[in-house]
């Protein structure tokens, strides 16, 4: 499923976004079970950044796991700095990124959800903040 929010043409900033190989990338014994897209748009006078956010489930934790890894390294390899691990009480991994359009972040998250593991992947046009991205 992919929902797209935004009105008319798509814009430079989610365009970028959608190019970088973490908005493909499919891991193996998961399912895709979100995926919505957003362009740069303003919501009640307040801007709204372009992202794209995809979900996957995974009945059998080991490979919730090998997804994560598997998301980590694809951001190192196509350019993403990823920050140390953070404390958390979910397992969250922050990266950021100079793109042609401006500065991106990376958030990966690994939780469980109606009994079922889940690993997720947010990429924002926004600068990563500095507590997130050490």
Same mark, same amino acid.
């Given at each position: 499923?992919?929902?797209?929010?935004?009105?008319? +043409?798509? /814009? =430079? !900033?989610?365009?970028?976004? %959608?190019? &970088?190989?973490?908005a493909t990338v499919a891991p193996t $014994? /998961?399912?895709?079970?979100?995926?919505? &897209?957003?362009?740069?748009?303003?919501?009640?006078?307040? =801007?709204?950044? #372009?992202?794209?956010? *995809?979900?996957?489930?995974?009945?059998?934790?080991?490979?919730?796991? #090998?997804? %994560? &890894?598997?998301?980590?390294?694809?951001?190192?390899?196509?350019?993403?700095?990823?920050? =140390?691990?953070? !404390?958390s009480r979910f397992d969250l991994v922050? $990266?950021?990124?100079?793109? $042609?359009? /401006?500065?991106?972040?990376?958030?990966?998250?690994?939780? !469980?959800? /109606?009994?079922? +593991?889940r690993v997720s992947t947010l990429l &924002?046009? *926004?600068?990563? =903040?500095? #507590?997130?991205? *050490?």
């Open positions: 499923m992919v929902l797209t929010a935004g009105c008319g +043409n798509q /814009g =430079p !900033e989610l365009a970028a976004l %959608r190019t &970088e190989k973490l $014994g /998961g399912s895709l079970v979100l995926e919505t &897209e957003t362009d740069d748009h303003t919501s009640l006078g307040k =801007p709204i950044k #372009a992202q794209v956010y *995809r979900v996957f489930a995974f009945h059998d934790h080991d490979k919730a796991i #090998a997804a %994560r &890894e598997l998301f980590k390294r694809t951001a190192l390899d196509s350019g993403w700095e990823i920050a =140390p691990a953070s !404390e922050y $990266g950021s990124k100079n793109l $042609g359009t /401006g500065a991106a972040m990376l958030t990966i998250a690994t939780y !469980e959800y /109606g009994g079922v +593991n &924002e046009h *926004r600068a990563c =903040p500095a #507590a997130m991205c *050490r």
